[in-house]
């Protein structure tokens, strides 16, 4: 059997991709201990984060990419002072929001690993500052929960659950919740 298994990936040895892919599924059924079309369908994915010593989840589909803090930040006259400033992101301006210094709990930028979430939204281009990323975070469905776990942020009205695992619990943090706060539009000091 091991024999049969090793031909069958060893067919794949000209696709890289299609290799790569068959074994990333042999292992989540192997790890999630079923079959490999449940394991996908009842996956979700959201990127960690980190602000002050509160650990977030952000759902993959409300963020375009992960970058670096940018060189230069052009402030913007007459902007609240959670506006860090304007970036230029190949060539599209892109608005940079201190995270933390919306939620009032001091500022971003000077902190080494901070990194700018760029929200998936054509509407507002728009990037958010936080203290690290953490990468993808995957969790079953059957993790998710509705119920709302206290913050030391105190930005309970922008979460959209949590997903338990053990004793860790994740807050998701939802964009779409913060983009349509009345507050978070009314940039202009």
Known sequence: ????????LR???????????????????ETAGSSAGD??????VGI???????????????????MMMPASLTRVPGARE?????????????TVVDLRAYLGAGNSRAVRSARVLVVENAEWPVGIIVDEVFG???????????????TQLRCERYLSGACARGTD???????TRLLEAEEFQKAAA
């Open 1 to 8: 059997m091991t024999e049969s298994i090793y031909s069958s």
């Open 39 to 44: 394991t996908e369908s009842e996956e979700w």
């Open 136 to 150: 993808f975070r995957r969790f079953s469905e059957t993790e998710f929960t509705e119920s709302l776990p206290e």
């Open 48 to 66: 960690g984060c980190q602000l002050l010593n509160q650990r977030l989840l952000i759902s993959r589909e409300e963020i375009r990419e992960v």
């Open 82 to 94: 959670w506006i860090a400033g304007l970036a230029n992101l190949r060539g599209q301006l892109l």
């Open 169 to 175: 619990i994740w807050p998701i943090f939802s964009i």
């Open 11 to 29: 067919s794949l040895r000209e696709a890289p991709f299609d290799l790569l892919r068959e074994m990333e599924r042999r292992s989540r059924r």
